[in-house]
């Protein structure tokens, strides 16, 4: 087995066809496929099906197909990171936002990012909690936002923020922020409900257990978009993060009240294996980002946890962030003292 076998394997999988890997590998389609049967002859198991619709992997192929992506992610960061320049950060980082907070965290923490360590290359990947919390374990992302994870034995976690939930109404309901709307005005409409499974369902489930009510579920969804889509076209109201809904103008919103309802964010990593600089550079912004949004207002029916950023794994004695006199630093000394903070 070597590289150029596992290369073709994993680009295989991903465009389902021979033909199509061989020209994004600029090799001959003979070569490919030759270097597929010598995987399926020395693994002594067919890896694909071969069908009129193109290549089809077995559940061999698959479980293969997974194992070698993460080779050659692992290779493309030693890569990245064995001969940097002198003093600088260089490295593959793969972080998790939840999918509510990626309009807000996104843009500002790749621009960060760029600029104070353009050596890193960052990937951004957005799903709900259970979803980035299964990549974490399984090695797919460096980091990561989760929401109501107080302790997991395979990861660090660290508070950073406890947001209310709001309800999300079409426009010509004129739900506004200074007029919490009660749970049982909610239950009185159809509701748009998160699928079960999802840790927002058993938030929503819990507070209609509190308040006595029972919610007329109209229809389930696993997606946030396609929630607030349903909203905007009349199928019902729903609740959601703040950050998610409080500035779609497509909508109108309110804090949820009656009981309110919490959900906190923490900084999920992996507790095994060593943390690079440049994992240690990224998170330590993604920090930052958090924080300077609440501070900066841009985060609504947010408060930050009162427990300092996490620590458990960094290294000690990283430099700090470039100052730039163009970019907001959040609200004078406290930006300041969060990244005391993380610096130890």
């Known amino acids: 087995m070597d590289l150029k076998q596992l290369k073709a394997l994993v680009t295989v999988v991903e465009v389902g066809s021979v033909t199509r890997a061989a020209e994004l590998l600029h090799l001959v389609q003979p070569a490919v496929t030759r270097q597929i ?3 399926e002859q020395e693994f002594g198991v067919p890896l694909f ?3 009129r ?5 077995t559940e061999a192929g698959a479980s293969l197909a997974e194992r070698a992506r993460r080779v050659l992610t692992e290779l493309d960061r030693a890569r990245a990171e ?5 003093g600088v950060v260089t ?3 793969t972080v998790g936002l939840l999918e509510s907070t990626a309009g807000l965290l996104a843009e500002p923490l790749v621009s960060a990012v760029l600029h104070d360590h353009p050596g890193i290359e960052l990937r951004l990947l957005t799903a709900y909690s259970g979803h980035l919390q299964q990549w974490l374990d399984d090695g797919d992302l460096d980091l990561s936002l989760l929401y109501n994870l107080t302790n997991a034995p395979s990861l660090n976690v660290t508070p950073l923020v406890r947001e209310q939930l ?17 749970l049982a005005e909610v239950a009185a409409r159809p509701f748009v409900m998160p699928t079960a499974g999802h840790a927002l369902r058993a938030l929503i489930t819990g507070a209609a257990r509190e308040a006595g009510v029972e919610l007329e579920v109209s229809v389930q969804t696993n997606s946030m978009p396609v929630q607030k889509d349903l909203v905007r076209g009349g199928r019902g109201w729903t609740i959601l993060p703040a950050v998610g809904i409080a ?8 804090p949820l009240t009656g009981p309110e309802v919490w959900r906190s964010i923490v900084l999920g990593a992996p507790r095994a294996g060593r943390s690079t600089p440049a994992v240690e550079a990224v998170a330590r912004e993604l920090v930052h980002q958090v924080r300077t949004s609440v501070h900066n207002g841009r985060w609504p029916s947010a408060r930050l946890a009162e427990r300092a950023p996490w620590r458990a794994g960094m290294r000690n004695g990283l430099p700090r962030r470039r100052q730039d006199p163009g970019r907001s630093r959040g609200e004078g000394v406290e930006g300041d003292r969060d990244e005391q903070q993380w610096n130890g």
């Open 37 to 39: 049967r010598t995987l």
């Open 49 to 51: 099906e071969r069908t």
């Open 53 to 57: 619709h193109g290549m089809r992997p």
């Open 82 to 86: 064995l001969a940097p320049a002198p």
């Open 91 to 93: 490295g593959i980082v």
């Open 166 to 182: 709001w309800v999300a109404a079409p426009t010509a309901d004129a739900l506004r922020a200074d007029s919490p709307v009660p």
């Open 247 to 254: 500035d779609d103008v497509t909508l109108s919103a309110a």
